[in-house]
């Protein structure tokens, strides 16, 4: 059903997914740029095309919306949410034979700003497994919010600036909402205001928040992207960064901010091994993590494999 061959190719009908070369057909799961292209024809689902052909300018694309199924060439393709940004993916092929799911970037838990995960079963998972050592257990993501609120709370108190530094997609519009819902006012860079305005285009209500400009409010929290924005004057400013990498304690000194707090748009750990029993393949072939996770899952009885090496050919 599907083969490598500098990314993941649909055998019979050439649909690559997820390729960050162009190709005649793509599926995107979602746009963050690691995982798309100027394909000639992108497929996916309506928030991801509204992103994607933001990012890279008007593209021919055909939409996919959850859980409406598709004919392509021999094969029938639904998306399901992914819990991982606006318009994330799960890609669920079946050719009348056998079924294979594509997780791409995912997540189980709780999102602000992106619909729940769903994984229906499948004989083949490919899945995206980046936390995929024991270390990389989150914490409640209550607590994680909790603590954001409180540290940002301190820094305004004391007439400092608190920057939140997030990536202008999915995680600055998902900092936004947790920061309004506990009453705090955010100014945003150029590039994720503009992203923010197509998930509000999709009913994902940010609260409020405004486009920072040289016009600074004293009693707001900019979300900007990592070291992007330096403040021109003389007032204190409190830095943060917010991803599951906030797990390793070095991650604050290696970011270069005064915080560094876990919560993650990423299947942590635990989340992995759920992910893999919801689905109940017969077959797992993991990608974008370390290999030690695919040697767990074979010692907890999967018939698990690595994806992505140059020298793999055809799979399945």
Known sequence: MFHWDNGLILTGCGLAIDSQRRRQAGFVSHAHADHMARHELALGTPATMALYQHRLGPRRVKEMPYRETIDWADLRLTTFPAGHCLGSAMLLVDDGHTTMLYTG????????????????????????????????????RDETIARL????????????????EAYALGKAQEVTRILTDAGFFVLQDRATFQLSQIYESFDVDLGPHDLLTADDRADAVWVVPPRRWTPETERPEVRFAVTGWAIDESTKY?????????LSDHADFDELFEAVRRVNPKRVYCTHGQEEFVHRLQENGWDAHPLGRSEQGRLF
Do not use: N, Q
């Open 149 to 164: 609120v409180e540290l940002v709370g301190e820094a305004l108190d004391r007439g400092a600036r608190p920057i939140v």
């Open 105 to 140: 970037d995912f997540k189980l838990g709780e999102s602000a700003t992106a619909e729940r995960a769903e994984l229906p079963e499948a004989e083949t998972l490919i899945l995206e497994c980046t936390f995929g050592k024991p270390k990389y257990r989150m914490p409640p």
């Open 254 to 262: 290696r970011l270069k901010v005064d915080h560094a707090l876990p």
